[in-house]
């Protein structure tokens, strides 16, 4: 339409009836009286208006995602929150299954040599009692504990207590270089003194200088007098190393103990001690050897040399 005085005439005139019709309708509310054009108009451009609103939903959707970009964020800090705290109650969970684990052989043993046990826990090491290999537990004299009595755990001997007080002992290390016990050898009955020597094998002088031994032989404790301070039977731990037989009266050893001490946690005092020596019964039983796969290569006689005859000659070329 051309820009003329007509044109800008009849831009006014349907602006004016625009406004009109806009009073009436406000002023009708629901009687209004182009209420019948409007839901004419609506039939026929609300599927336009679906159309447009379904091509335009996945932009509105997209601007949602963003906008409820911090609420999902929270929600996933949430999730690895309790993931972390259920990773955390797993641990707990494999500690404490450990911890049956520990008791429970720690009872056979005890089963075994017919000691009379009084279960305890570790609650402190050494370093806060003068560097020494010691370990304080969590029972004393008001639990019946009283000094040198024998302490072990599932995998043998632990050491004997030193100092009591009400609810606490100390124990000395069977690896501190002050301890001492009377040891015997399995089978041979072979008896020393092994001492520790810290982070080191126990050393071990058998009283016989000509005894027969060789590493991978196990020992036990030899038991004390009114079985204190160490009650007969404890293992003790395997032979690791034999010192050649030099003529002398006693002969060194090298014993690797079966108690791991930087890994102690639950233990048990012997506060009865077993009626009769166990000897060698609590000693875990030894492993089956694996044999070992031999290979035989069968030669089939009169073979063929390459390049021979029927005849074994050589052929002629």
Do not use: C
């Amino acid at each position: 339409m051309r820009d003329t005085r007509e044109s800008r005439l009849l831009l006014v005139l349907l602006i004016a009836v625009a406004f009109a019709l806009i009073t009436v309708d406000i002023r009708g509310g629901e009687d209004s009286p182009v209420d019948g054009a409007r839901r004419a108009a609506a039939t026929v451009f609300g599927p336009i208006e679906d159309g447009v609103s379904t091509a335009v939903d996945p932009i509105g959707n997209a601007i949602s995602a963003v906008r409820d970009s911090g609420s999902r964020h929270d929600r996933l800090a949430a999730l690895e929150k309790e993931n972390a705290e259920l990773k955390a109650s797993l641990g707990s969970d494999d500690r404490n299954s450990s911890r049956v684990e520990q008791l429970d052989k720690m009872l056979k043993t005890a089963a075994n040599g017919q000691y009379g046990i009084k279960g305890a826990e570790v609650i402190a090491i050494g370093a806060a009692q003068g560097f020494s290999w010691t370990v304080t537990i969590d029972i004393g004299t008001d639990d019946g504990i009283t000094r040198d009595m024998t302490v072990l755990n599932g995998d043998g001997l632990v050491g004997r207590v030193t100092t009591v007080g009400p609810n606490t002992a100390t124990v000395l290390l069977a690896n501190d270089p002050d301890f001492t016990v009377g040891t015997r050898m399995e089978a041979t009955d072979e008896l020393g003194f092994a001492s520790g020597q810290g982070d080191r094998p126990l050393r071990v002088e058998l009283l016989n200088g000509k005894a027969k031994v060789k590493a991978g032989d196990r020992l036990v404790t030899f038991g004390s007098q009114a079985d204190k301070p160490f009650v007969p039977g404890v293992p003790v731990g395997v032979v690791a190393r034999v010192d050649p037989s030099g003529g002398d009266l006693t002969r060194t050893i090298y014993v690797k103990p079966f108690v791991s001490f930087t890994q102690l946690d639950i233990v048990g005092v012997v506060v009865q001690p077993p009626r009769k020596d166990p000897r060698d019964t609590v000693l875990p039983n030894k492993p089956k050897a694996t044999p070992t796969p031999t290979v035989t290569v069968t030669v089939t006689p009169g073979a063929d040399e390459p390049g021979d005859g029927a005849d074994g000659q050589p052929q002629e070329q």
